[in-house]
């Protein structure tokens, strides 16, 4: 396997990382992970958007140009034949004395490289599973920050429940996933939060809500209740590498009849067709 570390694409085993870097021991920097299909990274554009806005609210600068980064990414792919996967990539703030304090003059350190593909068409086709969990995080969760440790106990949670996600519950309001938004279906009529400081604002997420701009699908963008998470006729939730997931259990409540609904397969094919259409267009063009 081949990573890209800073401008420079090496060998796994000769990559390095100070024990100094604040990304290591602070947790200090942002990530994005982007999924591969048929050789190219769908919506790459809008992670490294994402990712340099995420960079920006913490105060790290990046010198290189987002097209600057995306062609070495593209280099990196690649170098690597990825046809199907992800990539998964890191700026820490840099490398310096151990303080909770930094200096403005730090150099940004970047880490890339391909995730192994995993296939959730099965999950996809029968459903999954979720348990409800408190939101104790801060307050800023749309930065997409190295700092997950709540986001992995609550995960870990769920694992151990023998469930696929956490959903979290702020002050009775549904908020999203420990690693996904959440999307509720009630009498024909879909509901997600609001993006703001309160959720990561999805890649997918966002890419579902223009296809159902596209076609004219009713939806609102608002706040709910847990009350009305467990009274919705569908649940789902998407990722990056769920896609669009649909939940068919929540504690002990079942919906859809144990099994994906009507508007989820709907919103699962469109955003299918989605993927297919970019990856052609893509490879045209090259």
């Known amino acids: 396997m081949k990573v890209l570390v800073n401008d420079e694409i090496i060998e796994r085993n000769e990559a390095k990382v100070d024990i100094e870097d604040r990304g290591y021991q602070f947790g200090d920097g942002v990530y994005e992970v982007v999924n591969i299909y048929e050789g190219i990274p769908f919506t790459l554009n809008e992670h490294i958007a994402r990712l340099?806005?995420?960079?920006?609210?913490?105060?790290?600068?990046?010198?290189?140009?987002?097209?600057?980064?995306c062609n070495r990414l593209l280099e990196l792919?690649?170098?690597?034949?990825?046809?199907?996967g992800g990539l998964y990539l890191q700026i820490s703030r840099g490398v310096t004395n151990r303080t909770h304090q930094y200096e403005q003059t730090l150099t940004p350190q970047l880490v890339a490289y391909p995730l192994p593909y995993k296939s959730v068409q099965d999950a996809q086709a029968k459903g999954v599973e979720a348990i409800t969990a408190e939101d104790m995080r801060w307050l800023r969760c749309d930065i997409k920050s190295l700092n997950l440790l709540y986001n992995i106990l609550v995960k870990q949670k769920a694992s151990e429940a023998g469930a696929f996600e956490s959903i979290l519950i702020r002050d009775g309001i549904v908020t999203e996933g420990s690693s996904s938004n959440i999307f509720i279906v009630k009498e024909g009529v879909l509901k997600t939060h609001p993006a703001n400081n309160l959720?990561?604002?999805?890649i997918t997420r966002t890419k579902l809500?223009?296809?159902?701009?596209?076609?004219?699908?009713?939806?609102?963008?608002e706040p709910f209740q847990k009350e009305e998470l467990m009274e919705a006729d569908e649940v789902f939730l998407t990722s990056t590498t769920s896609e669009v997931m649909p939940i068919i259990k929540i504690d002990s409540v079942t919906f859809s009849g144990a099994q994906p609904g009507p508007f989820t397969r709907k919103f699962q094919t469109a955003f299918s067709e989605a993927v297919k259409a970019e990856t052609k267009t893509t490879t045209e063009k090259a």
């Open 52 to 69: 340099y806005r995420s960079a920006s609210e913490i105060g790290i600068k990046l010198s290189e140009q987002p097209a600057q980064l």
């Open 77 to 84: 792919i690649k170098c690597n034949n990825m046809t199907n």
């Open 199 to 202: 959720i990561l604002n999805g």
């Open 209 to 221: 809500l223009e296809i159902m701009d596209v076609n004219s699908w009713e939806y609102k963008l």
